[in-house]
C-alpha cells in the first residue's frame, strides 16, 4: 500500500485582511537555535499602533503550525489559486 502525505496549506482572502498581510509583511524573523523563528524581541518594549499588529497573527500562526505538524493522507484535490 503506497502512502501519500501532502501538506495543508492555508489562505486568506486579502480583500478582507489588510490588518493580517501588514502584520505578515511586516514581521521580521532571526535565526535561534533550532533554526529561524520570530523575532520577539521588540514585543518588550512599550506598545504602539504598529506593534498591535503582531497580535493579529496568532490565529493564523496556529492555522499555519497545524498545517504543518498533521499532514493530510488522502486528500481530494480542491483548486484555488492562493491568495485571492
Known sequence: ??????RLMPFFNRSNNPDLILAIQSARGC???NGFRKDKSGEK????EEDLLE????????????CEKFPVHDTVSVPVSGIL
Open 31 to 33: 535565526r535561534g537555535r
Open 55 to 66: 497580535h493579529r497573527t496568532d490565529a493564523f500562526d496556529t492555522l499555519y503550525i497545524s
Open 1 to 6: 500500500m503506497e502512502s501519500h502525505t501532502e
Open 45 to 48: 518594549l512599550a506598545e504602539s
